[in-house]
């Protein structure tokens, strides 16, 4: 199956959208004007084809019946992004965390892979890595 849409958006509840935007920001990303809403809504664009909706949660919870995950008690995903070095990998995790983010989990290191994460301030786990193409394929 192939998407045909210009691009692909997944929705993450946040308790105050400005302090999520903030916090985004503040790591780097841009938003997307045309998908926001005041006080509903920011799109945080990742990459070409993937943005992120922040939507708040009172919002969130008219676009489906079921529950919210609690995310100091469970894990619902985790994000996956890859970027160009280890050394951004670096800075991002630290700057999430200088923001207020936790840190997931200890750095790691596969060789074609480096691996480090962070929670965000609403409990949603980011992995952020980067992968040696190169050494990937050998």
């Known amino acids: 199956m192939a998407l045909t849409s210009a691009f692909t958006s997944f929705n993450l509840p946040v308790k105050n959208v400005e302090q999520s935007k903030d916090f985004f920001t503040g790591l780097g990303f841009e938003f997307n004007p045309q998908f926001s809403q005041k006080d509903k809504s920011e799109s945080i664009v990742i990459g070409a084809n993937l943005q992120v909706m922040l939507i708040s949660q009172e919002f969130f919870n008219t676009l489906t019946q079921k529950e919210t995950v609690d995310t100091d008690k469970y894990a619902q995903m985790t994000i996956a992004l890859a970027f160009e070095s280890r050394e951004k990998v670096d ?22 892979m480096y691996h480090w994460g962070f929670v965000d301030l609403d409990g949603h786990m980011w992995a952020i890595n980067y992968i040696n193409t190169d050494a990937a394929q050998g």
């Open 91 to 112: 800075e991002i995790v630290n700057t999430a965390v200088s923001l207020g983010g936790k840190i997931h989990e200890d750095p790691e290191n596969y060789g074609f």
